[in-house]
């Protein structure tokens, strides 16, 4: 066999696996993680393929590399391992044919003017004139990393570490209280202490707003677009307040362009993802998604233990595992509420001398835990969810199996199983006397579809904040 041959064998073999991962991960993650990878060649028994960017290998590394293996060795036993490496300039090339809408973006990569190291004393000086203080406890140490916020949490560090600009604008999103300002901070602090020479802004998007009103009334807004000038990293924190508000918007979009034509930094956080800030202008919108999108999901029981741990060792307290479980399950809001709950059993116990119990937790907490007890109805579930997909609600009980009612039903139970203590018998009988079954599959198969499809999940991340708030 000529090495041509060996050559075509090996890219009909990646045709195949490529396409079963496709159906075994959905189309979302194919589109995010598989599709950009290029098979480079076969040697001895490792397979060699490439990715764009550093934080495309690390992630391919980390969650896809034992199943490519896996799926290559059903090809062909012989192979040991497959080796992820970066190969960037294909990556700008690609996206500047592919998205013409960010093409001064992604010239921005590879451009000549690109400004890595920092600007001059005087950039320093405006600089701390402008941003808001950075608190140091907001680290990427004391950051407890989870399912929900690992992919945020490893974007968010890569910006941090990295020599050249990964992606503009990091765009960061969730609901409020699940450590989208930590994560910003995390990235100041970071590049503040590694490269004190850079010029990192941290402000919120309101800050940046009144700062330009007063610069309009004060009549000096040349002033005002100066001082971004010698910013080498800005971060704008919940975007979403300058919603509706045109000329903080067109001056916002002049900042972001200077910067990011000049290489700068940009990163943004806001409660939904640019497609669903409603009053935003669409050429803002189609910057904003022009970098790298990360959503944090709502807490898992996993991840509200571990926070809660991690936040007893900091402050040095013995905390009954009994009463951290009972925190985990029943402060279930956002991680605010549940450090500040914390922090009220603690300060409590300190303050009259008591040993920390269930009991003592329970009493000073009553109104948290009320207020979180707070538990829809399965008719609110159907009622919010037909009305959100544009189904009747009977069809919540019919029989109809088509597409088109048969998700939206999903949805309604996995958020009943979410949102209310009912069992799954229970939630069954709701839905046109289901089976348990039929409910257990929904759920599984809305959790799925969540992890795969973005915009799915923030559908169902709308639904859930509309019927909880
Ligand atoms: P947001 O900006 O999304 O509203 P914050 O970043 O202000 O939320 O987070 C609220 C509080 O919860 C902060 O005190 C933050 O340190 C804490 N927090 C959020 N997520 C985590 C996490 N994964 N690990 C540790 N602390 C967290
Ligand atoms: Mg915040």
Known sequence: MTSEQGHDLTVNQWTDISSRLRTEIGEAAFQSWIKPISLSHRDGDIIRITVPTRFMSDWVNAHYSDRLTALWRDQDASIKSVDVTVLPDRYSQARNEERENCTALASSYTGPNRRQKGNSVQGEDKASTISAPVDPRFTFDSFVVGKPNEFAYAAARRVAEADIVPFNPLFLYGGVGLGKTHLMLAVANHIRKVSPQRNVVYMSAEKFMHRFIRALQEKNTVDFKDQFRSVDVLMIDDVQFICGKESTQEEFFHTFNALVDQGRQIVVSADKSPSYLEGMEERLVSRLNCGLVADIHATTYELRLGILQSKAERIGVEIPSKVMEFLAHKVTSNVRDLEGGLNRVVAHAQLIGREITLE?????????????????????????????????????????????????????????????????????????????????????????LREYDPMFAEDVELLRRMLEG
Request: proline share 2%; charged share 30%; no cysteine.
């Open 360 to 448: 003592t937790t329970q009493e000073v907490l009553h109104d948290l835990l009320r207020a979180n007890d707070r538990r829809v109805t399965i008719e609110e579930i159907q009622k919010q969810v037909s009305q959100h997909f544009n189904i009747r609600v009977s069809d919540m009980q019919s029989a109809r199996r088509a597409r088109a009612v048969a998700r939206p039903r999903q949805v309604a139970m996995y958020l009943a199983k979410q949102l209310t203590a009912r069992s799954l018998p229970e939630i069954g009988r709701k839905f046109g006397g289901r089976d348990h079954t039929t409910v257990m599959h929904a759920v599984k198969r809305v959790d799925e």
